[in-house]
Nanobody, 112 residues
Framework: QVQLVESGGGLVQAGGSLGLSCAASLRANAMGWYRQAPGKQRELVATITSGGSTNYADSMKDRFTISIDNAKNTVYLQMNSLKPEDTAVYYC?????????WGQGTQVTVSS
C-alpha cells in the first residue's frame, strides 16, 4: 500500500497563485494531478514521469507547472492565474508496477 499525503489547497482570489504538493511513501514511475469539480467527471491536470517528462491538459498548460523531486518522492503543482473554473478537489495519483494509487484530495477554491 502506498501512502500519499497531499497539502497546499485552500482559498484564493481569481488571478492568484497556489501550490500543491503530494508526498508518497514509495518512489513512483509517474505521478500526476487530476481534479474533479462538483457535478463533473475527474479530469487530467498534468502528469510527470520520474525522468521529468510532462503532460498537461491543454487548458492548463500555460498556467500550471508540475514538477517532481525523486529524492523526496514528492510531486508539486504550481498554479498561477487561477480562475473560478479551476475550483475543484485536486487529487494526486501515483503509478508504478501497473498500479495506481490516489491521494485523498485537497480542495482548491478560487473566488471571483
Amino acid at each position: 500500500q502506498v501512502q500519499l499525503v497531499e497539502s497546499g489547497g485552500g482559498l484564493v482570489q481569481a488571478g492568484g497563485s497556489l501550490g500543491l504538493s503530494c508526498a508518497a511513501s514509495l518512489r513512483a514511475n509517474a505521478m500526476g494531478w487530476y481534479r474533479q469539480a462538483p457535478g463533473k467527471q475527474r479530469e487530467l491536470v498534468a502528469t510527470i514521469t520520474s525522468g521529468g517528462s510532462t503532460n498537461y491538459a491543454d487548458s492548463m498548460k500555460d498556467r500550471f507547472t508540475i514538477s517532481i523531486d525523486n529524492a523526496k518522492n514528492t510531486v508539486y503543482l504550481q498554479m498561477n492565474s487561477l480562475k473560478p473554473e479551476d475550483t475543484a478537489v485536486y487529487y494526486c495519483k501515483w503509478t508504478r508496477w501497473g498500479l495506481d494509487y490516489w491521494g485523498q484530495g485537497t480542495q482548491v477554491t478560487v473566488s471571483s
